[in-house]
């Protein structure tokens, strides 16, 4: 075979690889600024606040879930990042105030058995409520997850396509400079020897 066919087909690989390269980038770039609109507009929707950082509503809790919490004192949940924060540091230390660390599954089944026990059945209502919301919260923040993963995706695809794009053109400026009879396993041709 010869040295600038083998050239023609590896540089012509090459500008596919970068096409499909750019495809991935730009498809994972969609799929990111997607999620991340999504999360953002349904998550501002809900005009959740995280309190200010010196508020009773922060300093009342175990130390590690205040310093969590801290991060975004003031700010409004926008992103997954946030809803993952509210969700296991604010509502699962509250939740597990409500009946002992016990879940609305546990409680519920305890209120079926004795349904005029009025406490159980705040209890239940309230878990219910509040493992609800948690678990939309997880949600986002799994989505948003996703979303990002995307966007780094994107970055590696569009860095990839970049290097690819500049090879090709290498491969391509090669098959200009290869003589037209050399050959790709043979000796070099009596041109590309260098004079003696």
């Known amino acids: 075979m010869r040295r600038r066919t083998f050239d023609v087909i590896a ?9 499909l390269l750019i495809l991935a980038g730009a498809l994972l770039l969609w799929a990111y600024l997607f999620v991340d609109h ?10 959740i606040f995280f309190p200010a950082a010196d508020s009773k509503s922060i300093t009342s809790l175990p130390p590690a879930d205040a310093a969590e919490m801290k991060k975004y004192a003031g700010q409004q949940m926008t992103n997954g990042a946030q809803a993952k924060t509210w969700a296991d540091h604010y ?28 406490k159980l059945q705040a209890q239940a209502d309230t878990l219910f409520k509040g493992e ?65």
Not at 11 to 19: C, F
Not at 38 to 47: F, G, P
Not at 98 to 115: E, I, K, L, M, R
Not at 163 to 178: A, D, K, N, S
């Open 11 to 19: 540089s012509s690989v090459g500008a596919l690889l970068t096409a």
């Open 38 to 47: 999504e999360v953002h507009n349904q998550l501002a929707a809900q005009k």
């Open 91 to 118: 509502i699962a230390v509250h939740l597990k105030e409500v009946a002992n660390g016990q879940t609305y599954s546990q409680v519920s089944a305890q209120a079926q058995q004795d349904p005029t026990n009025q």
């Open 132 to 196: 609800t919301l948690r678990g939309l919260l997880l949600n986002a923040y799994a989505f948003w997850q996703v979303g990002q993963i995307a966007k780094w995706g994107a970055i590696v695809a569009f860095a990839a396509g970049a290097i690819m794009l500049v090879l090709t053109i290498l491969g391509f400026l090669h098959v200009r400079r290869t003589p037209a009879d050399r050959e790709l396993m043979g000796p070099p041709s009596v041109e590309a020897l260098p004079p003696s």
